[in-house]
């Protein structure tokens, strides 16, 4: 297959690197410093707990680089989806499945309505840990299975995914799953940013009394379900549970947030705990807790800027 990788962050790298490995033909679409690395290095260093290795791809600043794609991993941040969009649409091939993997939960709509019938945009929701530790260098952290929306081409693509080494299914409640994945990040992204501390240490803080952290946790996941309940959509009964896991299954990650706060960049936060508050105010739901911390990240934002 011949593969783009649209926002070549932390997501996109791995996951190219990954596809690359498993001999694909694979062209990364990111920022010059990155790209350069890549070129002077002859591929991607992908780092995990067991091994390090310069996998063999390609790397573009250009957004025309998409062309002659089979398939593109979409992984810019939502603030970006618009413009991102808008410059890979012409060079789309007809046929193309653009993969959304991104966070918030209506990114892939907001896409499919700028790429236009031609091209399949593929909701898929996205479930690892990593981080870029320099230009050219991606680091595994956790996890890393990836679940698709349904559609003619899906279980194709998830059986090529689980021949790179991807664990990947296809689910027909990615809508549910999106909404699940946006409780999660409304509870670590921020908590991690404004504190600066990695999940694991986030949750097992000892110097707190009477489980505050876990008490802000809940209050956040609640305000969450009663949007999400208002919206129409079900959320796992076990939501609360599971969030609070998360921290368990990957105690060394910081949120992308945190990471996006460290570069002096602009955050997902507006589509994260900011979308929660907006549709708190359109459906008349209180989400005070979201709308702190929502707050919060907006003002560290303002002052890094």
């Known amino acids: 297959m011949k593969i783009a990788v649209m926002g070549a962050g932390a997501v996109g790298c791995y996951y190219g690197a990954l596809l690359a490995r498993a001999g694909h033909t694979v062209t990364l679409i990111g920022r010059a410093a990155h790209v350069q690395a890549i070129a002077q290095a002859g591929g991607l260093w992908l780092h995990t707990d067991t091994s390090e290795a310069c996998i063999p791809l390609q790397a573009s600043t250009e957004a025309s680089a998409v062309r002659g794609a ?31 993997l991104q966070n918030g939960v209506d990114n892939a709509q907001r896409l499919q309505a700028i790429v236009g019938a031609r091209c399949t945009v593929l909701p898929s929701v996205v479930y690892v840990a990593s981080a870029m530790t320099a230009p050219g260098h991606v680091r595994h952290l956790g996890r890393g299975e990836l679940v698709l929306a349904p559609s003619a081409v899906s279980a194709t693509i998830a059986t090529a995914l689980r021949s790179a080494g991807i664990a990947a299914e296809v689910s027909d409640n ?9 409780v999660l990040n409304c509870v670590y992204n921020p908590l991690s940013a404004i504190t600066g501390l990695p999940y694991g240490s986030i949750v097992a803080c000892a110097g707190l009394e009477g489980g505050q952290v876990t008490q802000v946790m809940s209050d956040i996941v609640r305000e969450c379900q009663a949007v999400a309940q208002a919206r129409g959509v079900v959320l796992p009964a076990d939501i609360l549970a599971s969030t609070l896991a998360l921290a368990h299954s990957m105690p060394q990650q910081h949120s992308s947030t945190a990471q996006d706060l460290a570069r002096g960049k602009r955050s997902e936060i507006d589509h994260l705990n900011g979308f929660i508050v907006r549709q708190g105010d359109a459906l008349g739901i209180a989400t005070p807790v979201n709308r702190l911390l929502h707050t919060l990240v907006r003002l560290l934002e303002q002052h890094l800027h």
């Not at 593109?72 to 993969?99: E, N, Q, R, Y």
């Not at 990615?174 to 946006?182: D, P, R, T």
């Open 70 to 100: 089979q398939w593109v991993l979409f992984c810019v941040k939502s603030t970006d989806t618009d413009s991102a969009g808008h410059a890979i649409a012409p060079h789309l091939d007809a046929g193309a499945v653009v993969l959304s």
């Open 174 to 182: 990615v809508a549910g799953a999106l909404w699940s994945k946006l």
